[in-house]
């Protein structure tokens, strides 16, 4: 396979992210215990081919931390979604921040090995924190991997990167 470039959010870019997070989460906003996101507003990096997005990664910058919102790969298993963490875990360097938090809801199983084999551990959970949500997006399904109802967030974090 071709080695993809990953690049940073441009605002070029902002339309087709737009619409690739409403294909992927079907809506615009993706929602954090009833807190709305716009992930095409946000900063992060894409990887296109054939000028196509096949992976996206978003993030806030807050005080102490960077907050990834979405990662998206379309290309599974063949490392994208490791190098998308890996570019916001530099850049979090560059920008001298320490720690990296995310959420992940509680049937997300592939998410959840995905992230603790980066390095993430599991700090909090939100029980309820999808059941709210859904008040707020009713699109976001009942039901997710394997079955599973979907109900809580699961907080992870990397607190020194630096390490
Ligand atoms: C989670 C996600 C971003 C991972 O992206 P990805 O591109 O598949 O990630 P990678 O390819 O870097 O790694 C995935 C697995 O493939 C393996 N892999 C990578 N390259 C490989 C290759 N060439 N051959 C075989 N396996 C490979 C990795 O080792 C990894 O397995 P591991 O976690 O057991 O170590 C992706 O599955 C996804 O988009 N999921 C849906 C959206 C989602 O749930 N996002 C998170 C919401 S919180």
């Not at 396979?1 to 605002?11: F, N, P």
């Not at 906003?29 to 054939?50: A, D, M, R």
């Not at 807050?62 to 490392?79: A, C, H």
């Amino acid at each position: 396979m071709v080695k993809l470039k990953i690049t940073k959010i441009e605002r070029k870019d902002r339309n087709l992210i737009k619409k690739f997070i409403k294909n992927r989460w079907g809506s615009d906003e993706v929602v954090y215990n009833g807190k709305i996101f716009l992930p095409h507003k946000l900063s992060g990096f894409v990887v296109k081919y054939n000028q196509k997005l096949v992976g996206l990664i978003t993030y806030k910058k807050y005080k102490n931390y960077l907050w990834i919102v979405t990662i998206d790969s379309l290309i599974e298993k063949k490392g994208i979604g490791t190098r998308l963490i890996n570019t916001v875990k530099k850049e979090a360097k560059n920008l001298g921040i320490k720690k990296i938090k995310l959420r992940t809801t509680n049937d997300n199983l592939n998410a959840l090995r995905f992230y603790q084999k980066r390095g993430f551990r599991i700090t909090k959970i939100y029980k309820g924190a999808v059941d709210y949500s859904r008040k707020i997006k009713p699109t976001i399904p009942l039901v997710g991997e394997n079955r599973i109802p979907i109900h809580d967030e699961i907080e992870l974090e990397i607190n020194d990167i630096f390490k």
